[in-house]
């Protein structure tokens, strides 16, 4: 009598382990995804949060070293001059979403830049928030500078 050399994986052996193998690469390819995806909207988060920080720390700077009185604050043409002679100028651009100072962009995807003179309490209010991020989490900061002169 012959014995049959058995000896090896039978068809079905092959294909359930190939589903197995499938399932767990899914698995994992899903999580990379996730993780990925977790990480581009904390960088665009980030971004914002950045642009609004530094845009609100330039501008308390400006005040606080430039305006020596209420009259050193103006507003010309949409931009907010700030001192008498050679003034740092800010300018919104609501089309490209940017500040600039003095003709240099320092701050893009900024939803709101808005400052208001309180000549009663001698301080400027100060707007700041970024546009919407992946998420739709957006960031704002109001800020109430306080003029010494």
Sequence with gaps: ??????????????????????????????????????????????????????????????????IQSVADFNIVSGCYNLGASSPDIYCYNSGTKQVTRNGSVIAKSIQTFNAVLDSTENSILLTIRSVADNRGNTNEIIVKIYLRF
Aim: no cysteine; proline share 0%.
């Design 1 to 66: 009598m012959k014995h049959l050399n058995n000896k090896g994986f039978t068809l079905l052996e092959i294909m359930i382990t190939i589903i197995i193998v499938a399932i767990v690469f899914g698995l994992v390819a899903n999580i990379v995804g996730v993780s990925t995806k977790f990480f581009t909207d904390e960088s665009s988060q980030q971004v914002n949060q950045e642009n609004v920080r530094i845009t609100s720390v330039m501008f308390d700077k400006d005040v606080r070293t430039r």
